[in-house]
C-alpha cells in the first residue's frame, strides 16, 4: 500500500515536470539573481554605449563624451536599481494578495477546490481509482494542496527574490555594462569612439549569449540579436548627434 502510494505521489511529480526526486541536487538562491545581474549589466552597456555614441557624434570633444557617460552611467544605475526594486516588490505584493485568496477559498469552499484539483490531474491524465487517490493524498496535507494550487491553478512561483538584493544587483551591474563604452573616454585618445564601440558590440555579444542563463535559447543568436539590437542603436544615435553637432573649443 505504501509502495503504491510513493508510486502515485512519483507519478504527480512527474505530471508536474519535476521527475523522480534527487536528493543529492542543491538549489542555490542566490541563482534567482542571475537574470538581475544579466539584465543589468546587460541594459548598462546598450544604454550607455547609445549615449556615448550620440554625444560623440555631436560633440568632437572626449572629455565631454566622457562626463556624459559617467553622469548618463549614475542616473541609469539609480533608475535600474529603484525600477527592479519597485516591480519585485509589487509582484510579490499581488503573489501574496493571491496566495491568501487561495487559503480562503480552501478554508472556505473546500469542495469546490477538491473539484479544481480534480480537473487539474484529469488533465494530466488520471483518472479512475489513481485520480481519486492522487487527489485524496495531495488534500489530506492542507499545506501540499495549497501549494499545488498555487502553482497549477494560479500558474505562480512562490520563491520569491528580495527586492533590496535585485535592485541593488541591477543597480551595480548596470554600472559595470556602463563602464565598457566609457572606459576608453578616460585615455583621451583619437580612437577613443573606435575603441569603445568595437568593446561595446563584443560585450554586447557576450552578454546577449549570457542570457541563456536565464532564457533557454542558442546562445550565439541571442548574442547576435544584442549586437543587432546595440549597432542599430549606436548608428541612429550617432546620426542624430551629428545632426544637433556643435564645435567645443
Same mark, same amino acid.
Given at each position: 500500500?505504501?509502495?503504491?502510494?510513493?508510486?502515485?505521489?512519483?507519478?504527480?511529480?512527474?505530471?508536474?515536470?519535476?521527475?523522480?526526486?534527487? $536528493?543529492?541536487?542543491?538549489?542555490?538562491?542566490?541563482?534567482?539573481?542571475?537574470?538581475?545581474?544579466?539584465?543589468? !549589466?546587460?541594459?548598462?552597456?546598450?544604454?550607455?554605449? !547609445?549615449?556615448?555614441?550620440?554625444?560623440? +557624434?555631436?560633440?568632437? %570633444? %572626449?572629455?565631454?563624451?566622457?562626463?556624459?557617460?559617467?553622469?548618463?552611467?549614475?542616473?541609469?544605475?539609480?533608475?535600474?536599481?529603484?525600477?527592479?526594486?519597485?516591480?519585485?516588490?509589487?509582484?510579490?505584493?499581488?503573489?501574496?494578495?493571491?496566495?491568501?485568496?487561495? /487559503? =480562503?477559498?480552501?478554508? *472556505?469552499?473546500?469542495? /469546490? *477546490?477538491?473539484?479544481?484539483? /480534480?480537473?487539474?490531474?484529469?488533465?494530466?491524465?488520471?483518472?479512475?481509482?489513481?485520480?481519486?487517490?492522487?487527489?485524496?493524498?495531495?488534500?489530506?496535507?492542507? =499545506?501540499?494542496?495549497?501549494?499545488?494550487?498555487?502553482?497549477?491553478?494560479?500558474?505562480?512561483?512562490?520563491?520569491? %527574490?528580495?527586492?533590496?538584493?535585485?535592485?541593488?544587483?541591477?543597480?551595480?551591474? @548596470?554600472?559595470?555594462?556602463?563602464?565598457?563604452?566609457?572606459?576608453? @573616454?578616460?585615455? %583621451?585618445?583619437?580612437?577613443?569612439?573606435?575603441?569603445?564601440?568595437? !568593446?561595446?558590440?563584443?560585450?554586447?555579444?557576450?552578454?546577449?549569449?549570457? $542570457?541563456?542563463?536565464?532564457? =533557454?535559447?542558442?546562445?550565439? $543568436?541571442?548574442?547576435?540579436?544584442?549586437?543587432?539590437?546595440?549597432?542599430? !542603436?549606436?548608428?541612429?544615435?550617432?546620426?542624430?548627434?551629428?545632426? @544637433? +553637432?556643435?564645435?567645443?573649443?
Amino acid at each position: 500500500m505504501l509502495q503504491k502510494k510513493q508510486t502515485l505521489m512519483e507519478k504527480a511529480r512527474v505530471s508536474h515536470g519535476l521527475g523522480k526526486i534527487d $536528493k543529492s541536487e542543491v538549489h542555490v538562491k542566490s541563482g534567482h539573481y542571475i537574470r538581475d545581474v544579466v539584465f543589468g !549589466a546587460n541594459d548598462g552597456l546598450v544604454s550607455i554605449v !547609445a549615449l556615448v555614441t550620440g554625444v560623440a +557624434g555631436g560633440v568632437a %570633444n %572626449n572629455k565631454i563624451v566622457l562626463l556624459a557617460g559617467i553622469a548618463g552611467a549614475i542616473a541609469g544605475a539609480i533608475s535600474m536599481g529603484l525600477g527592479s526594486y519597485i516591480s519585485n516588490k509589487s509582484q510579490i505584493d499581488f503573489f501574496k494578495s493571491e496566495i491568501e485568496k487561495e /487559503k =480562503r477559498e480552501l478554508d *472556505e469552499e473546500p469542495e /469546490k *477546490e477538491m473539484e479544481e484539483l /480534480k480537473e487539474i490531474y484529469t488533465k494530466k491524465g488520471f483518472k479512475g481509482k489513481d485520480l481519486e487517490k492522487v487527489t485524496k493524498i495531495i488534500s489530506s496535507n492542507k =499545506r501540499v494542496m495549497l501549494d499545488v494550487m498555487i502553482k497549477e491553478e494560479l500558474g505562480l512561483d512562490v520563491d520569491f %527574490n528580495n527586492p533590496a538584493i535585485a535592485g541593488v544587483l541591477s543597480g551595480i551591474f @548596470f554600472i559595470f555594462g556602463s563602464l565598457v563604452p566609457v572606459l576608453p @573616454f578616460f585615455f %583621451n585618445t583619437s580612437m577613443a569612439l573606435t575603441i569603445s564601440i568595437i !568593446a561595446s558590440l563584443v560585450g554586447l555579444f557576450i552578454l546577449g549569449a549570457l $542570457k541563456t542563463l536565464v532564457v =533557454r535559447q542558442n546562445p550565439f $543568436k541571442l548574442g547576435l540579436e544584442s549586437v543587432i539590437v546595440g549597432g542599430i !542603436a549606436m548608428v541612429i544615435t550617432y546620426y542624430i548627434g551629428s545632426l @544637433f +553637432g556643435v564645435t567645443v573649443t
